[in-house]
């Protein structure tokens, strides 16, 4: 799509170009003259206001060799961009550009935007672009479309919109050739508008003629109490803003100071919420440490039960060995013979020596006969009191002897 700004456009009194010594006959008229002198013949012969708009939009389409056209009012009070008059559209491109508004997504805003931008957009290759509405019932065959804004001066005034269907197309040079019969288009639209309400018929738009300024009206008696009334009025308006501006101000104090306490409340529950989290992780610790203790508490009783029971185990083995020792014991006593205490004789005095001096000599015990399985404890004890007998025997040997010197 090609876009490219108008260029400033001269009164309609200059012409063109300057005129020369030459013939006019010599040089034929352009399009550009001759859509103008039509454009000026159908506004004269227009009746009505309205009647000139869809002659002089079949004229530009004529010299266009456009297949379809639309021309479209601009309406400054709503800001709406208005079908008018239209050859050769469908009905999906009439409802398209019946009312056309910035915010409405169901219409085709690019001849809006043009005329809001004071610039005339060509779109090349229409029937490929999918942001171009089906204008035409054959819209495959599309090959261009122009958006021309016009305006009257500064003012908008509405929008042309042009298409071109297969071979023909447009280009810019053929864009610059309808510039100045749209300069014109416009402004008769503007009479139109203007002498629209009052019936006159539509004339051919000639140069702007400065009108001299209207004379100074007099103020009369009832115009200035009206005045008065109303500046009054307005002060009454300004003493109620001011009052309800200063009502807004203490609100808005209010609500600041409201603002601040709720900001101290916000800080405060930040810190107790800092705090509580703080306090959550000491918690936490202390209950993985509770875990830890209770573990090795649990474990420490298993223990305890391990060692209670080897303990009792030992003290039941120790007390079998204590009855197994006591039943040897018992056994190895039993089977030996028991020895019978002899009365004790009394020594001879001295000088009366005794034969039987050596009776009172112990009689060697008979050694008992084996018992069948001696125990270990038997037998230690048998080994310990040998030694004792064998002392007693050579005490009473030793005592025979100095018995029988004497």
């Known amino acids: 799509m090609a876009i490219f700004p108008r260029k400033p456009r001269r009164p309609p009194g200059r012409p063109a170009t300057p005129q020369g010594p030459a013939d006019p006959a010599a040089r034929p008229p352009s399009v550009g003259e001759v859509l103008r002198e039509q ?32 021309l479209c009012l601009f309406d400054q009070r709503h800001g709406i961009l208005r079908l008018v008059a239209e050859v050769g559209f469908s009905e999906e491109g009439c409802r398209r550009l019946r009312n056309v ?57 509405g929008s042309l919109v042009l298409v071109a269907l297969a071979p023909r197309s447009f280009t810019e040079r053929d864009v610059r050739t309808l510039e100045r019969p749209l300069g014109d288009l416009a402004v008769m639209i503007e009479a139109v ?34 005045l008065q009334a109303e500046r009054e009025q307005l002060r009454g308006e300004v003493a109620a803003r001011a009052a309800e501006r200063a009502v807004l101000a203490a609100e808005l104090a209010a609500r600041s100071g409201e603002t601040d306490r709720l900001h101290a409340a916000l800080e405060l529950a930040a810190a107790d919420r800092a705090r509580l989290a703080a306090d959550f992780e000491q918690a936490k610790r202390d209950a993985e440490r509770a875990e830890m203790l209770a573990a090795a508490l649990a474990a420490a009783e ?30 190895g006593r039993a ?44 037998r230690s004890r048998r080994t310990r009191s040998l030694p004792a007998s064998s002392a007693r025997r050579r005490h009473a040997s030793s005592a025979c002897a100095r018995s029988s010197s004497r």
């Open 39 to 70: 454009l000026r013949e159908i506004a004269a012969a227009a009746v009505a206001p309205e009647d000139a708009l869809e002659p002089a939009l079949r004229a530009i389409l004529e010299a266009s060799r456009a297949q379809a056209g639309a």
């Open 101 to 157: 508004r910035r915010t409405d997504p169901t219409a085709w805003d690019m001849p809006l935007n043009g005329l809001m931008n004071r610039r005339a957009y060509l779109i090349e290759s229409a029937a490929r672009n999918r942001y171009v509405p089906r204008l035409v019932e054959n819209a495959a065959a599309v090959r261009t479309i122009a958006c021309l804004p016009l305006h009257a001066g500064p003012t908008p005034v």
């Open 193 to 226: 508008r203007r002498r629209g309400a009052r019936g006159e018929p539509v004339e051919a738009p000639r140069a702007p003629v400065a009108a001299p300024p209207p004379p100074p009206l007099p103020r009369p008696a009832a115009a200035v109490t009206e």
């Open 302 to 331: 298993r223990e305890r039960a391990r060692l209670a029971a080897a303990l009792e185990t030992a003290a039941a083995e120790r007390a079998e060995w204590a009855r197994a020792e006591g039943a040897l014991d018992s056994r």
């Open 335 to 378: 089977g030996r013979p028991q020895r019978t205490r002899r009365p004790r004789r009394r020594a001879p005095r001295s000088g009366q020596p005794s034969s039987s001096a050596c009776a009172f000599a112990p009689r060697r015990p008979s050694r008992p006969r084996r018992a069948a399985a001696p125990s270990s404890t038997s």
